[in-house]
Structure formats: C-alpha cells, structure tokens
C-alpha cells in the first residue's frame, strides 16, 4: 500500500513539474512584447510630452541592456546572437529616431502617443522570430523587472 | 478486505497507466466525423488554410489586451468556411508539440473538414517520426478526405499564415519541432505534395511579413498561377481571406480578381490600423517567369557579395543597384503605403519585390 502510495505522488510531481515547465516556456520575442506593452500603456497615460519620452527611452535602455547582457554571458547560438542583434538594432533606430539623433528628425511632442504604438507594431510584426532557451528568458525577465 | 482493498487499487492504477499509453500511440485521435453526410453538391473551390502556431504570435490591441494572433486567424478561417456554401475548406492549425510526463507524445495539432459550410471532420494529429517534412502530414490527410474534382472550373487555393519563411537554412522555425526545415525550397514542396499529377494552385496566400521575394516566387512558379504576400513586414501578420465569398455570388471569379480583393479589403483595414510601412503584392507567376531566374540569380550575387543579415526587415528591391525596374516590374500588382515614422523610402511606388540589404 505503501509503495503505491509512493508511485501514485511520484506520478503526481510529474505532471506538477511538467506543467510548471509547460507555463513558464516562452521565447524572447513575447517577453519583450509584455514589457514594451506596458510601456505603450504607459506612454498613453502619461500627462506631458517630457514624461511620454522619458519612458520611451527608459524602456529602450531596459531592452539594450538586457539583450547586452544575454549576449555577454556567452550562453547564445550564432542564429540566437543575430537574431537579438537584428533586434537590437532596430530599437537603436527607434531610440534614434525618438531623440531625433543619426539623420532622423525628432519624433514631436504631438506625435509621441502614435510612435510609441509604431515602434510597438514594428516589434510585433511577423517576421524571423528568435527562439531561446528558458533560463536566458527568465534572465531577460529579471533585467528587465529589476532596472 | 484490506488485502482486496489493496488489490483493486493496485488493478485500477495499472488500467489507467496502459489507457495513458496508448493515448500516446496513435497520431491522430477522431474526435469528431460526420457520420451520414447529406449528399453535398460538388464544389466549386477548394480552399486550403495552414495555420502555423508553434512559436510566438502574441500581440496587442490598442486598448493593451494581449491577443494569440493564430486564435484569430483560425477563428476567422472557421467563419469562412463555414459561409463557403460552394466549396470544400480544409484548415489546419499546427501547434506546438508537446508531450505527457516527457515521453508519450500529445495530438496537439488541429484538423477541420468542411464541405458546403458543414463540418465533415475534425480531429487532432501529431507528428511521428518521418513527418517532419513540411507540410507532408497535413497533404496525407487532405488526400484521404479530398472531395473528387468534377466542375470543370474548379479553383484551389492555399493560404499560410504564419512568420516569415527564409530564402534558406530554415531549422528552428518551429519552437518544439526544429528539424522540420521551413524555408522556400521546403515550402514549394510541400505545396507541390497538395497536388495531383499535374494539377496546379489558383491562388497561393501567404500571411507573413518578407515573402513577395523572388526566391519564393521561384519555388512556387510550377505549381501556382497567383501569389499574393508582403514583400516587408505585414502587421499582425493576418491578410483577410473572407473575399472567398465572392465565389457564393460569381463563380466565375478570376484568382486575380479573388487576390484583388482580398488585397484591398486588407489594405482598407491596415491604414486604419496601423502605423508601419502596408506591402502587398499580387505576383502573376506566369508573367513573371521571363525573369524570376535572372531576378534571383542577381540577389544571389549579391548576397554572396554582401553577406546582408537575413533578420532584419526586408526593404524594396528597386533600393539595390542591380534593379531593373522597367523589366522587373511586370506581372505586379503592389498595394503600398509607407511607414508614418521611420527613413523614408526614395521612391514613392513600391515594386512590389522584397530584398534583404
């Protein structure tokens, strides 16, 4: 009875294990996603244009140094490095153009609530994801939580 | 009795092992086939959606709330072909593989079967071993259920939503199944195992960002008449297919004039959408083979030359030095708008082709 008993809780954990496995698999497309969802959000409630583009920079730096890190510590396939430079490229252009730096014009005051939806449906588009293993996600995770 | 007790539990947990083992033995499990289905009429259509779901396609609508974006395509598929009164729909939506206690493998994958507007089958598959060839296990499916072509003008259509195909080494498109390789070459095969001696597609859809690319186009030249697809990035990666209703009213729609509208309808939506650059195109594959070989074999030179970064989002052809745009430009048709931020293009037409830099 025992042994059964046993064998019944062994089976259990496993599929406990399994499915907390399951929920917290994710890749870094969709973690970057949630968090420049809640900058959008954010940029929109914002009462002036100087916080509006505060954030938008805070949230651009957070992104940088999150993928700076990741591909510091060495843990990335050669696809896995370029697709997150391919990535970090991008919102070097976004970041540029918002501060109005490499030939861009400034993004203006007026404008500010429309390019950060822009800069939100450029990451969200459908092309070459990039898929990466969970520990770097939660990483990721956790850069951009504690910044 | 506590000896029979014990025994009885210990028979009881047996069973429900070996019922959990064969549920991971089969590769499809029925869930749900039309037994006595009324003798349909025949189809004037057959339209075929692929939907691809393992990876990530999460976004956002305006108001914040996170949206699947495959849910919705498959949500919208449903609705056609449920108004597809005429024709024979077949949607498959392949999701992520996953397994019970890492090691029976689940049916994950999803298979309707609708024949004038009414469900015939629907039933849930996997991949086993030797079905890792792009499209393989869903053209074996479709075979079996197919209806028999008999009207003389019938058309076949396929739509694929999902990310962008890569002109090459395409491993890891997939999340849980990384050796099936996705790029063009493996997508005009697995298109051609659709197909039937040698029957050829009306129309090929495909709901992606990056794919009205020559190298595409050559792939799919000798099974399909039509293309349509984005030569960049196409927001939420959805082109709306419900024009197939026009085939209910005229059924002598041309392909051409099905794409068209299916072009229009999604560029009317985007503009009031979206703020990215809006690129579609509709490529006559017959027009276009006069030179899609030497179109091709010029941005092969000059990938060997320029080694551009295949990640980052594809800019017009006509941006290249080697463009001809006056002999480029026939058998296109391009739906543009540009980006409102971003570098703005030096063209104000679009060609309709897409190029890595």
Same mark, same amino acid.
Request: charged share 15%; aromatic share 4%.
């Given at each position: 009875m025992k042994s059964i008993k046993i064998l019944l809780y062994t089976v259990a954990m496993c599929l406990l294990v399994q499915t907390v496995v399951t929920a917290q698999t994710s890749n870094v497309s969709e973690t970057f996603k949630t968090h420049f969802n809640k900058t959008v959000t954010q940029v929109a409630d914002a009462d002036n244009a100087d916080n509006k583009r505060a954030i938008l920079n805070n949230s651009f730096d957070k992104m940088k140094t999150a993928i700076n890190r990741i591909e510091t510590s060495g843990q990335l396939s050669p696809a896995e490095l370029a697709g997150l430079n391919a990535f970090k490229s991008d919102i070097d252009l976004k970041s540029a153009e918002l501060n109005g730096l490499n030939g861009f014009s400034i993004v203006t005051d007026e404008d500010l609530d429309d390019f950060s939806k822009y800069a939100q449906q450029a990451i969200e588009q459908a092309d070459r994801n990039v898929t990466i293993g969970l520990g770097t996600v939660l990483l990721i995770i956790i850069i951009l939580l504690l910044l | 009795m506590h000896f029979f007790r014990q025994h009885l539990i210990k028979k009881l947990f047996y069973l429900a092992i070996t019922v959990f083992i064969l549920a991971g033995c089969s590769s499809t499990s029925q869930v749900y086939n039309r037994e006595n289905p009324s003798e349909p009429s025949a189809s004037v259509y057959t339209a075929i959606y692929y939907i691809h779901a393992d990876n990530d396609y999460l976004y956002h609508l305006s108001d914040g709330s996170a949206v699947r974006a495959n849910e919705q395509a498959l949500n919208s598929a449903l609705e056609v072909a449920e108004n597809a009164l005429s024709g024979e729909v077949f949607i498959f939506h392949q999701k992520s593989q996953k397994k019970r206690l890492w090691i029976f493998p689940r049916n994950q994958n999803e298979y309707y079967h609708f024949k004038n507007g009414i469900l015939q089958h629907y039933k849930k598959y996997r991949y086993s071993s030797g079905d890792d060839i792009l499209f393989s296990k869903e053209a074996e499916i479709f075979k079996a259920d197919r209806s028999e072509i008999t009207q003389p003008d019938h058309q076949t259509y396929f739509f694929y939503f999902g990310h962008e195909i890569p002109r090459d080494q395409g491993g890891h498109y997939n999340r849980s199944i990384s050796q099936m390789e996705v790029d063009s070459e493996t997508f005009g095969s697995g298109v051609k195992s659709f197909l039937t001696g040698d029957q050829i597609l009306d129309l090929v859809v495909i709901s992606t960002c990056n794919n009205a690319t020559p190298s595409l186009a050559k792939q799919l030249l000798p099974y399909d008449n039509y293309?349509?697809?984005?030569?960049?990035? &196409?927001?939420?990666?959805?082109?709306?297919?419900?024009?197939?209703? &026009? &085939?209910?009213?005229?059924?002598?729609?041309?392909?051409y004039d099905l794409a068209h509208a299916m072009s229009s309808q999604t560029f009317d939506r985007l503009s009031k959408e979206v703020f990215t650059a809006i690129t579609l195109s509709i490529i006559d594959l017959k027009k276009v083979q006069n030179y899609i070989n030497e179109l091709d074999?010029?941005?092969?030179?000059?990938?060997?030359?320029?080694?551009?970064d295949p990640f980052p989002d594809n800019i017009d052809c006509q941006e290249l030095s080697f463009f001809d745009a006056e002999a480029y430009s026939n058998g296109i048709t391009a739906f543009y708008r540009p980006a409102k931020f971003g570098r703005p293009s030096r063209f104000k037409t679009h060609s309709g082709w897409g190029c890595k830099k």
């Open positions: - | 293309l349509l697809a984005s030569a960049q990035n &196409l927001h939420l990666s959805y082109i709306d297919t419900d024009a197939l209703n &026009l &085939l209910e009213t005229n059924k002598s729609t041309s392909a074999e010029n941005i092969s030179i000059y990938i060997d030359d320029n080694n551009p």
